[in-house]
Each structure stands twice: as structure tokens, then as C-alpha cells.
């Protein structure tokens, strides 16, 4: 299960001010995974942060910007013959850049 940003901050306060190991941590937090309760406290340790790492998640690619025009075609209506836009599911078909990215890299199109 994943940890709220209120739980995260919490596990980090009482991690840095009470020493809370993680049999502890579960205890208060039931519902919780320790493996998951374990990685964060590691990562606690390591930065002193409960956030991500700068520059990490999905990665807009370069190769997407290249495909925009392609793309565009995609997702626009034709003036003449309204209502043929595609889907994100279609458009991820055909051009082969899965719905993730094309959603993600929205922005560039």
C-alpha cells in the first residue's frame, strides 16, 4: 500500500526525532507493507527527505517531439470531415508510442 504524503512526513519526524524503527512503524501504521515501510526509512536515512528524487518518473523522449507533426494529425479533426480525430489508444497504435508517454508529452502536441 502506498503512503500518504501526511504518513510520510509523519514516519519521517518521528524516524529522525524518536529513533522509530519499523516493527514499531507497523504497529502504529497496520495497514501498511514493511518492505515498503523499510525502503522508505532507508531512504529517510540516506537524504533526509521523504521526496523523489529530482528528475525521476516518465521521461518525455525526444524521439515523441520528433513524431509531433504525425501526431497532431492524429488528434486534430479535419476541417473537412469533422469527427475523424483519433483516440490516445488509436493514435498509440499507429504511431507505436505507448499511451503513457503520448499522455505524459501531451503538452507537446
Known amino acids: 500500500m502506498v503512503f500518504s504524503k501526511e504518513d510520510k512526513v509523519l ?3 518521528l524516524r529522525q526525532e524518536k529513533g522509530y524503527e519499523a516493527k514499531k512503524f507497523i504497529k ?3 495497514n501498511k507493507n514493511l518492505s515498503s515501510l523499510k525502503k ?3 531512504k529517510i536515512d540516506q537524504t533526509g527527505s521523504v521526496d523523489r528524487k529530482p ?5 518525455c523522449m525526444i524521439w515523441i517531439a ?5 501526431v497532431e494529425e492524429l488528434v486534430i479533426s479535419q476541417e473537412s470531415a469533422s469527427g475523424t480525430h483519433k483516440t490516445i489508444r488509436q493514435i498509440a497504435k499507429e504511431t507505436g508510442i505507448s499511451k503513457a508517454k503520448l499522455l505524459c508529452c501531451k503538452v507537446h502536441f
Open 28 to 30: 502504529e501504521f497496520l
Open 40 to 42: 522508505l526509512l532507508t
Open 66 to 70: 520528433e513524431n509531433v507533426g504525425s
Open 11 to 13: 514516519i519521517k519526524v
Open 55 to 59: 528528475g525521476s518518473g516518465i521521461k
